[in-house]
């Protein structure tokens, strides 16, 4: 029995070139992720998520997206629904809690449904993420909220509707996003708050969701806890805040390798990720002179990191019936409240 690489890739276009080929038939990836470049329509797309698959030789091979709804959404139209950001659902719980929980889950549950028909499994949502005025806009509107409280009951919400669809969650960006002052898409923020007023807020939001299967790390510097590293390379920030405060014993993937947050080389990023307790390594351009780097330098699945994996897949549920026509319209009668409050 052969095993899995503790790498995720994304590949180039919208079927896989021959070099891919032979490259996920090698490495045998864990997963995969898919972004627009790789979207044309439905029928393109459950085909490329089926070529992935067979290439790596894992019928289950996990098969991750984001698709959050407003600016994150890699399905859109004219052949998939759009649907709202994460600060709807908080406008409507301002008006009444219980239906802004309920247009929460009824949007996951939908994009979970559209998910499902095409064979993609995960989803990189909910978010924990609590922003903070003057932060960066890169969560902004995508955020449930600025209290702790209100955003891990909205993600528990949009949790649920995931895992009713049959889709898994994966919880971002632990141990916190919010506060950062940069895109670390390309550069590194660093966060000067006081630790204890981080487990206040940041991570606080983080606590409740910890029994969800996946998480994905944030590329911010807290300097009140490690000055130098990245929560993604940091192994004080990872045993003391994730596994420990946090207390998440799921299986922890980085965030993009290839993103410009990180120092160094991809070689370089990925043994740091590794080193520092993620379990998974998550590299998204497709470019495949970096796969290559990240897939030599990723080890193969085992001890803890394996006992995780599995338990992330068994984790999955059978999708429940959806009266999806019904459904849309309910979430659109509920977000019409938001427009005229």
């Known amino acids: ?135 960066d806009a890169v969560i902004g509107n995508r955020a449930y909220g600025t209290e702790p409280d209100k955003v891990a009951v909205i993600a528990r919400a949009v949790t649920e509707g995931l895992e009713q669809g049959g889709v898994l969650p994966v919880l971002k960006h632990i141990p916190g996003h919010g506060r950062a002052t940069a895109d670390s898409h390309f550069r590194l923020p660093t966060v000067d708050t006081a630790r204890d007023e981080l487990e206040r807020t940041d991570f606080a939001a983080f606590q409740p969701l910890a029994d969800l299967p996946m998480a994905m790390t944030a590329h911010v510097v807290f300097s009140a806890l490690d000055p130098v590293h990245p929560a993604t390379t940091s192994a004080t920030i990872i045993e003391q805040v994730i ?18 947050a990180l120092a160094g080389s991809i070689a370089e990023r990925t043994r740091a990720i590794v080193s520092a307790g993620c379990d998974v390594v998550l590299h998204c351009n497709g470019n495949i002179d970096e796969m290559r780097d990240v897939a030599r330098e990723t080890p193969e699945l085992t001890g803890k990191a394996l006992e995780r994996a599995k338990a992330t897949l068994a984790a999955r549920k059978q999708p429940q019936p959806l009266d999806r026509q019904a459904a849309r319209a309910e979430l659109d009668a509920l977000l019409d409240r938001v427009g005229t409050a």
């Open 1 to 135: 029995m052969t095993t899995n690489r503790a790498f995720i890739t994304g590949v180039s276009g919208l079927t896989l070139n021959d070099a891919e080929r032979e490259f996920v038939r090698a490495e045998r990836p864990w997963g995969f992720i898919l972004f627009k470049r790789n979207i044309e329509s439905p029928a393109q797309v459950a085909a490329l998520v089926a070529e992935l698959r067979s290439a790596g030789g894992e019928a289950d091979a996990p098969v991750l997206i984001d698709q959050e709804g407003g600016r994150v959404q890699r399905l859109g139209a004219p052949h998939w629904p759009v649907y709202p950001p994460g600060a709807s659902f908080s406008a409507l719980y301002d008006i009444d809690p219980k239906l802004g929980l309920a247009a929460a889950k009824l949007s996951s549950r939908l994009i979970a449904a559209d998910l499902i028909d095409l064979g993609i499994t995960v989803d990189c949502l909910p978010l924990a993420d609590v922003p903070v005025a003057g932060a």
């Open 243 to 260: 596994r420990g405060l946090i207390g998440f014993q799921g299986l922890l993937m980085s965030d993009d390798v290839s993103m410009n």
